[in-house]
Structure formats: C-alpha cells, structure tokens
C-alpha cells in the first residue's frame, strides 16, 4: 500500500491535552503473525534499518552532540602498513587521528554488541531446542508490548521464540557490516565511523532484548512483577558447611541446569548455589534459593577465599585466569561455553562418570561441558565429593605466615603507580609488615580496593597482596549480608500508563538508570548514595546487573538497604531492579513504551520519531558509575542514538570519546515545532549526550540537569530546577549560574529560589521566550 497518513486526532487526559496530532506512515503492510490474523500494521520508513537508514538521525544528533575526542595514543598498530603515527600526520592508509577514533569507538561497540547478541544467540537457540520453537512469547495481560526494540525495528512482535530468529539474523548481518566498517581502507570520516558506533549500540540492544525476553518466555523469569522476592547477597550469606557452587559469567543456561538437577535430586537443601555478575542475577530470577556473592570486580576477592567447592563459568567478564586461582584453593572448574575453552577437555559427550573420575584424580584440570544439563549433573556431583575434603585445604596463609610476608615489602612502591585507583596500598601493606592490619582492613571492607590484582602482579618482592587482603578480610566475611530484589524484566504497561504523563510533563522529575561494572573510584558506597539522592527526590530510579548489586550491599544507620526501604514500582520513589546486563534492554525498552502507549506513536519502522520523541520529552539519564568495558560502552551507544543522555565516572572517560554539548552556540539547540511549523529557541536540554563527571558531586547535579526536556510544563520545570539547584548548593555552595538558560518563562522559576535566580536573570540580560508545543529535530514534514 501507499504512504499514508491518518487523519488529525485529538488526545485529553488529566495531565495532557493536545489537538490535531498528524501521524505519517510510510506503507501499511499484512502482519501475517498468527496471533493476529486480520490485523494491519502501520509501519513507518525504517524497517530493519541498515547503518545509512538512520545516517541522518545520527548526524543530527552529532551536530548538536559532536564528538570530543582526547586520545591517549597516536599510533595506529592495526595493519603491517603501519604502526603508523597519527600526531597530525596521516597513516599510510590515509586515515587520521579524528578517524582513527571515531574507528576505535565503533570497534569497541562492535565488540560489545557481539558479545551480548552472540550471548543471546546461543541462548535463544539452546531454548528452542529446550521448550520448542513454539514456545509463547507472552508476559501476560500486564505487558502487550513484549518486545518494544524488536518491534521498532523489525516491524513485529515475536509470539514465539523460533519468530525472535528473525530479529536475531538482522542484527547479526548488521554486526557484520559495522565490522567490517572498521578494516584498513573502508571508512574515512570521522562522524560516519561515529554514526555506525551509534548503529552498533542499537543493534546491542536488540541482541539484548533478543537475550531477556527468551529467557524470561522460556524459563519463566519474573514477567515484570514489581515485588520479586528479596534475595540474599554477600559472600557471608554462603552456608559454608555445604557443599558450594560458584557460577561467573553472563549465561544463565548452566546455572539453570544445576539448579533443575538439584530440584530434580531433592538436593536444593543440602548443596548452595551462588554466582558473582550476571549469572547471579539470573539464577536467583530462576530459582529465589539461590545466593548473589556479588559484582565481577570482586572475583579474586571471592576466588581467594576458597568458598566455592566448584566454579562454574559461562562468558563475559570472567578473568583469564580463573583457571589457575581456582587451582590454588583446590576448586574443580567447568568451562560451559565455547567463549572460553580454557584449554580445558572438551567432554561434553562423555559419560558423567568418566568427567568426575578424571577431575577428582587430578588427570584433567577441569573440563568443558557445553551441555547445560550436563553441567548440572556434574557441577553437583564435584561438589559433593569435595566438598569435605577441601574443609582441610588451607586456602590461605596463616596471619603470621601474611606478616612476614608483608614485611619484605620494601617501599618502592610500584603497587601505588600500578593502581586504577591509586589507592596506599603500599602503606597498607608495610603497616601490615609491622602486624598492624587496619588499613588492610578498611581497604578491603569498604571495597575501596576491588581486587583488581594489578599491584600484586607488579610487586618485586613478589608479595601475595592479593592473599593478604583476604586472609585479613576472612574476619569480616560473616557480616558481608545483604539484599537484593530479584531482576523483574520489563516494565508493564499498566505502570507505562500511570507514570507516562508526569515524566513527560515533569512532575516525575526523571528516570535515572544505574547500569554497568563496578570497579569504582572510590566503593560501592558512592552508587548507592546517589540512587539514595534521587530516591528521596522522587525520581524513578532503575538499575541492572552488579550496578544493582553495589546498591544491595549498602546499608543505612538502621542496617537497611535500599531494596527494603524503597518499593520495585516503575513510579516516583520507586527502585527497580530490572535483572542482569541483557535486561538493559528494558531501559529504553520503557522510554520506546512512553512514547508508544503514553503518546501512541506507532512503533513499528519508526526509529526516529521515537527517539525523536524520547530525546525531547522523556527525562532518563544512564549512569555507568565505573570503568566501562566494551559491552557497557555499546549499551551506552544505544541508549545515545535512542536520545538518552549517559553520565560516566572518572574511569569511564578512558575510552576517550565523550558526546559533549555547546550551551554557548544558541543556534545548535533550535527546535522545530511540529506543531505551529515555526523554529523556536530551545535550550541545551539535556546538555549532553556522553558526559564524564570526576566525582560523585559533580556526577550527581550533572545527572539532575541532563533530566531537563522542552515539553517541561512551568511546574514540571521548577520541580526539576529545583532540584537542580539544590544539589548544586548542597554540593557547591552555590546555584548555578546557567540556570538563566532554563527560565523559558517566570512560571519557570522555583519559587523557594525566587529572589536568587531573579538575580542571575538580570545578570545575565534574560528575556522570556515562547514555549515549544511539541518539539523536534526532525525536519519538517514536505508539503503534500
Ligand atoms: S590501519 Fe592505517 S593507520 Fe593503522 S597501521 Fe594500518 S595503515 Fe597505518
Ligand atoms: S588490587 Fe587493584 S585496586 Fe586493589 S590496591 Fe591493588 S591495584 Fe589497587
Ligand atoms: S610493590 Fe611490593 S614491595 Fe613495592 S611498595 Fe608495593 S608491596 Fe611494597
């Protein structure tokens, strides 16, 4: 059919009132979907967009957004043209040093898209072959949009998992197209590369909605269910008088094999099963008897203590060399994907018998299964036999043994120099020498210190610093209880419904998203005292993943954490875990819902006026707290193109490239009414697409501002100015003197700061302007 467009509309609720909204369509064609047969579909003009569909999307936010890059090295080393210096010279290929950046961003999204969407695929296909193709994709009567990214995109909803293939072979033939984009002698522009970087992340977030919605269809994981059960977190809530497995990784298929074999036994009492990262997350949505020990940063930490029987890795994240610290505290190892073999047997298709045999006898260093109820079958089986026998094991050296050690330490301090996070660990460890252990103590409870290991594997005295933190921190382990909600999926609609209007108005004063890896500057500590901010200012604030876990292992005065003081309601004061890395996706899964059931913007093949849409009226900020691996940096690129803003913390801005706006180039931040077809001024809200702040302050006002948008209403912007002047008097003394850009009226001002900011106004020569109708930076629509 035709490109159409339908007729004018009107649209009145409490909140809102609007007339004459025009929706354009670009074809109408046949959803042939079983579950809908009859029904048309409107779809817009980018269905299974490729790279150059949304070019133009991309630049627009470039423009305003423009890359800034700082790099650390000159040299390109990717091809034997080269090394090839780039310090204002050309490589031999022709490429410069703005290029060559823009190619190592789109590289770093390539490689974090890959690794979420190969995750994915390995899921959906062992699922299928699981529950069957036919499989329901079906949330219940609480969430009509099950896929909000795969209908945008694709231009359907899956209603089985063997419908979700569809979705799963565009993205990989875009993955492979953005790849290639980076070989010597493709790509030459500096924004073009940024562009498919921005594709790159779109595509990571398909793969990840791809990851979760399988899971939750196929394994039955909450379906949205603001109230999952609290679950229990921290090494000290490991029962260590049973047999202990540990799962690392990012794929809950092998944890789901062990927890069914345990089920199926009647053992789930007699062995724990516990993970650290993403696999935590998802096996205790699987089976709530199952334990988080905590974030991926802390691995060694937890790997030293000795308190797993069996480890169990699946991918991402996992250290390379989990292998050989396993072996140091007498633990068995499964490898259970083919993303780390660890050059381990592949015993997939022996007897069980043989694989334990040859594991307990040491003929074998571990062995690799890839077949996740196998897994189980084994991994229980290991833990039971070793379990008694490693009660004897001494994992760690005795206190005297860690003093003498530490007393070889000769202050060169090499350890310092090496450290992420510059910590004193060198004056730790010669405290320690002299058998005073408090700064040891406090680095390692407080997590200031997140056992990267670095310092150890620098230090000439070959001192075990490593074994050192644990042995002192063994005290403490009993006291590392907390809580965390179980990972929820989605958001309802039933929730989009209610709280859709007071985001878009600013009554809710933002969504702040808390995603990530936690290796941070200064604790966990700081994550969870800025979700606190927020909470009691009423924002929503959603998290995922060990960003969610950092949260958990805060607690206040009273000894309690966040998760029991604040509800797992998508609403005002609300704190929502929404699960592991893949669950992501349900952030700006929920912005795609506002702008769909909230604004009823048709979804499918309508990228840009849903982003359009989000990056202009919903006021959501990411927030990756620490240092960014690659999957975090594709998220990050997604949630860009998807128009929402991403502050980072200090370690974040290592990979050099940062969005940042120009509030001082008045012309870039012009917006088109779509309504009256007139330009208005607009404002430089939010003032950045990818922001690093260097401490938790600047961080924390930094976030308030980027929840600023132009559909603001008088009062939804002073709730939010207030806000944002609040924190910048808390934290700085002083209100900020760019508030002026914000005032579009009087009505705007926040009446407890009145007299203040009347001041900065007249400073600052302000005149009131006309407030934006329904803003856009989208071109015009071409006469007809
Ligand atoms: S890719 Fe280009 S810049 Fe890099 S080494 Fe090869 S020729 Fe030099
Ligand atoms: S383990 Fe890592 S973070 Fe801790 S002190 Fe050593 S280098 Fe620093
Ligand atoms: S590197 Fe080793 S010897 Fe040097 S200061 Fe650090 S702990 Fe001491």
Redesign the pocket.
């Known amino acids: 059919m035709t490109p159409n467009s339908t007729k004018p509309k009107e649209f009145k609720d409490d909140f809102w009132k609007a007339k004459d909204i025009k929706f354009s369509f670009g074809e109408i064609i046949e959803d042939n979907s079983p579950a809908s047969e009859d029904k048309e579909t409107f779809v817009g003009p980018t269905l299974k967009p490729s790279a150059t569909d949304l070019r133009s999307w991309d630049m627009k936010l470039l423009e305003r957004y423009p890359p800034f890059y700082a790099p650390f090295c000159d040299m390109?080393?990717?091809?034997?043209?080269?090394?090839?210096d780039?310090t204002g010279k050309?490589?031999?290929?022709?490429?410069d040093i703005e290029a060559?950046q823009g190619r190592f961003a789109l590289l770093t999204c390539c490689i974090g898209a890959a690794a979420h969407s190969a995750h994915s695929r390995h899921l959906l296909e062992y699922l299928i072959h699981k529950v069957g193709p036919d499989h329901p994709v079906d949330f219940g009567n609480n969430i009509d949009i099950e896929a909000p990214i795969i209908r945008t995109l694709i231009g359907k909803a899956p209603k089985t998992l063997g419908d979700i293939r569809e979705a799963m072979s565009y993205m990989e033939e875009e993955n492979l197209h953005l790849l290639s984009a980076c070989h010597?002698?493709q790509e030459g522009n500096h924004l073009d590369f940024e562009s498919k970087a921005f594709h790159a992340g779109l595509m990571d977030h398909i793969g990840m909605e791809i990851g979760d919605i399988s899971q939750i269809a196929a394994l039955n994981l909450p379906k949205g269910e603001p109230d999952t059960s609290l679950i229990e977190l921290g090494i000290g809530s490991i029962d260590r008088d049973k047999p202990v497995i540990l799962c690392i990784g990012h794929n809950v298929a092998p944890g789901s094999g062990i927890v069914d074999y345990l089920e199926d036994n009647d053992l789930e009492d007699d062995v724990e099963i516990c993970g650290i990262c993403c696999a935590a997350i998802d096996i205790t949505r699987y089976s709530n008897r199952a334990k988080v020990v905590g974030p991926i940063s802390k691995q060694l930490k937890f790997l030293r203590s000795g308190v797993a029987d069996v480890v169990v890795v699946d991918e991402q994240c996992i250290r390379s060399d989990v292998l050989e610290e396993a072996q140091k505290t007498g633990t068995a190892l499964i490898a259970t994907t083919d993303k780390m073999c660890l050059g381990l047997p592949d015993r997939t298709n022996d007897e069980v018998d043989s694989i334990l045999a040859d594991i307990l006898n040491k003929r074998i260093e571990g062995a690799l299964i890839l077949d996740p109820e196998k897994v189980g079958e084994v991994a229980t089986k290991l833990s039971l036999s070793l379990s008694k026998s490693r009660k004897s094991i001494k994992t760690l050296p005795d206190m005297d043994e860690i003093q003498e050690e530490a007393s070889k330490c000769t202050q060169c301090e090499w350890c310092v120099r090496v450290c992420p996070n510059n910590l004193p660990i060198m004056d730790a460890v010669s405290s320690a020498g002299k058998g005073d252990l408090d700064a040891v103590e406090s680095l390692y409870n407080n997590d200031i210190c997140y056992t990267c290991g670095r310092c150890e594997q620098e230090c000439p005295e070959d001192i075990k610093i490593m074994d050192l933190m644990s042995k002192v921190g063994e005290n403490n382990l009993k006291s590392q209880k907390f809580n965390i909600r179980a990972g929820r999926g989605p958001i309802q609609d039933v929730e989009v419904r209610r709280v859709g209007a007071p985001i878009v108005l600013g009554d809710i004063p933002g969504v702040i998203a808390f995603v990530g890896c936690t290796n941070y500057p200064n604790g966990g500590e700081e994550v969870a005292k800025m979700a606190e901010e927020f909470l009691k200012r009423n924002y929503i604030v959603v998290t995922s993943g060990c960003g969610a876990m950092s949260i958990g292992e805060y607690k206040d005065e009273e000894g309690k954490t966040l998760y029991e003081k604040y509800s797992g309601d998508f609403d005002a004061r609300g704190l929502v875990n929404l699960g592991s890395c893949v669950s992501n996706s349900h952030i700006s899964g929920v912005a795609i819902k506002i702008a769909n059931i909230f604004a009823k913007k048709p979804l499918e093949g309508n990228f840009e006026v849903i982003a359009d849409y989000i990056l202009n009226r919903v006021g959501a900020c990411g927030v990756a707290w620490g240092p960014y691996s690659q999957k975090a940096a594709a998220i990050a690129a997604g949630v860009n193109r998807w128009g929402i803003p991403v502050v980072l913390g200090p370690h974040g801005s290592k990979y050099r490239r940062l969005y940042l706006g120009r509030p001082d180039k008045e012309d870039v931040w012009n917006l088109n009414d779509m309504r009256t077809g007139k330009v208005i001024k607009g404002e430089p809200a939010p003032e950045h697409l990818l922001f690093a702040a260097e401490n938790r302050e600047e961080a924390t006002v930094a976030i308030a501002k980027n929840c600023l948008r132009p559909t603001d209403t008088n009062k939804g912007r002073q709730i939010k100015l207030n806000h944002y002047i609040d924190l910048n008097k808390k934290y700085f003394g002083v209100i900020p003197e760019d508030v002026y850009k914000y005032i579009r009226t009087d009505k705007d001002i926040p009446i407890t700061y009145k007299n203040d900011v009347k001041e900065i106004l007249e400073r600052n020569n302000w005149e009131p302007r006309e407030l934006v109708m329904e803003p856009s930076i989208l071109d015009f629509p071409e006469e007809e």
Do not use: E
């Open positions: 390109c080393c990717l091809c034997t043209y080269g090394k090839c780039l050309k490589g031999a290929c022709g490429i060559q010597t002698g």
